[in-house]
């Protein structure tokens, strides 16, 4: 749908009254013969195929892509192909409105910026697009300068540069949704590079096996000089750290995965997160089975760096000094609502500032604890928190750190007395709804919310109704499980129960709408990956 309406979009690049639509290769058959013949706000439909070709847009508003993506059950192949002779397209120009849609970009090779796809400045979206196997000295398989980008559901895989091996992105403002990065290869950057003056919005994604080079590099994510904002997205088994910020703008992560990451590096601090400078908020993440050569291989941060992190969860990371956390500057890291567990050697180095968090072998600070947290799967991933944790209602609703509230939590969001530390608030800390819904109440819960990989609903319609149903609809409004099919459609009084396994959705915000008698009850929930 959103695909849809962006290319609806484009008809506004231009004040002709009607675009055209050009066939590769019926009406002509090169794409850049097809591109001197158009006007600004055409089309160029492109049929399955490989076109070797290098194609330059100066100042363009086209698309170009393939209408069969958008007729269902087609998987058209169209590949432009470099030849190792270049960047294979290269955009430039502040008029520059140019919409790529399920192209696939290969053997781009530059000795300067963008071996697959060169861009700069003007507007530029990726949609359903795969930049493969390209090379570059910056931005092996993209790079963009002062663009507006947008990218949604795309690969970038298996490219290789000195730095931005993936992508590399200087200044503009850019959205990069359901992307993934994957096996790029790079001296320093090897997945995603946040340049200077860039500010980059990332959610729903992937950076994974990014690689070294001759023992350096193999960053995940480097946010250099660029603002970043990250939600629901992980950064997993980069051979080098997984997040590297060296910025004095705003940086936020919230709700990410960084795990399996510096297995490759021998003689760096850190392997999770490091903070070489700047100040950043980290909510609501697992930084686990990170390995590091040398000291802080969870968190590490740096002399010029400061970081907070809020109901996190740091665990099972592996250094040579300390493995949790270490901050070089005494109080320049914060921890709140968060676990530190099972880390060696050691939980935390440095003097970091702690209070309301569960660190094994105890910490001097406010409301700490040092009990096991009794996660309940933390080997597979799942950081929920059973009944019997010591960590539930063990943390704070509001608290401030260097004049700045970081910790802010409406009653509504609190479920028991006080939060739950970690990632997940668990609804075995509520105090009265454990007790079972009344058999009249019209009632809908969720737990554990948010969730990791499966979630138990728990409902009552009021009286026995025939007319029930109960589903799981994404941010669309469009249904992904119907969780009574195939059940007995008259609902007897009382509480009822079911589980809603996500394996085949992807990470975000979802909602469960019961209907009955009616009357619609809705909860939004959210997951993790």
């Known amino acids: 749908m959103v695909i849809l309406l962006l290319l609806t979009g484009i008809f506004t690049f231009s004040s002709k009254a009607v675009s055209v639509v050009i066939h590769v290769p019926s009406d002509y058959h090169s794409i850049a013969e097809a591109i001197h013949n158009t006007s600004d706000g055409d089309t160029i439909d492109v049929s399955s195929g490989t076109y070797h070709e290098r194609l330059t847009l100066s100042n363009r508003q086209l698309t170009i892509g393939s209408s069969a993506l958008f007729n269902p059950g087609n998987r058209p192949e169209v590949i432009f192909d470099g030849d190792g002779n270049g960047p294979v397209i290269s955009i430039n120009g502040g008029r520059s409105r140019i919409i790529l849609v399920g192209l696939t970009i290969t053997d781009g090779d530059n000795d300067g910026f963008g071996g697959g796809l060169a861009a700069s400045d003007g507007r530029l979206e990726l949609l359903k697009c795969s930049i493969l196997s390209n090379n570059a000295l910056i931005g092996g398989g993209l790079s963009c300068e002062n663009v507006t980008l947008v990218m949604q559901d795309c690969r970038i895989e298996r490219n290789s540069a000195n730095d931005g091996a993936g992508t590399a992105i200087f200044g503009g403002e850019s959205i990069i949704e359901n992307g993934i990065f994957a096996s790029n290869r790079g001296i320093r950057t090897a997945g995603l590079l946040v340049g200077q003056d860039a500010v980059v919005s990332i959610s729903n994604s992937l950076i994974q096996a990014s690689r070294v080079v001759d023992g350096t590099g193999g960053v995940g994510l480097y946010c250099r000089e660029g603002g970043m904002e990250m939600r629901l997205t992980s950064i997993i088994s980069n051979e080098g750290p997984g997040v590297i910020i060296e910025t004095d703008e705003s940086v936020e992560i919230d709700s990410c995965r960084i795990s399996g990451n510096g297995a490759r590096i021998a003689d760096q601090n850190g392997a999770g997160i490091i903070c070489l400078s700047g100040n950043s908020i980290i909510r609501r993440s697992t930084i686990y089975s990170n390995r590091s050569g040398r000291t802080g291989a969870g968190v ?215 209907e009955a008698g009616g009357k619609v009850a809705t909860q939004k929930i959210l997951l993790l990956r």
């Open 300 to 514: 590490f941060i740096d002399s010029t760096g400061e970081a907070a992190f809020v109901n996190c969860v740091i665990y099972n990371n592996t250094g040579v000094g300390v493995g949790g956390v270490v901050c070089a500057v005494p109080g320049s890291l914060f921890l709140v609502n968060s676990v530190i567990w099972r880390n060696s050697p050691g939980s935390a180095g440095g003097a970091p500032t702690i209070f309301y968090s569960d660190i094994e072998g105890g910490f001097v600070g406010e409301g700490n604890i040092s009990l096991a947290p009794r996660f309940d799967n933390p080997e597979g991933g799942n950081f929920e928190l059973d009944r019997d944790s010591p960590c539930l209602n063990a943390g704070i609703s509001r608290l401030e750190w260097r004049g700045l509230t970081i910790v802010d939590y409406p009653d509504e969001e609190v479920i028991g007395s006080a939060p739950d530390l970690g990632v997940f608030e668990s609804q075995f800390g509520r105090n009265v709804s454990d007790e079972p819904l009344q058999p009249s109440a019209f009632a809908l819960l969720t737990f554990p919310n948010p969730f990791n990989s499966s979630v138990t609903i728990t409902y009552s319609a009021g009286l026995e109704t025939s007319t029930t149903r109960l589903a799981v609809c994404d941010i669309s409004g469009r249904m992904v499980a119907d969780l009574l099919t195939g059940r007995m459609p008259v609902l007897r009084e009382g509480e009822h129960k079911v589980v809603w396994d996500a394996g085949l959705v992807g990470a975000g915000v979802y909602f469960v709408r019961l």
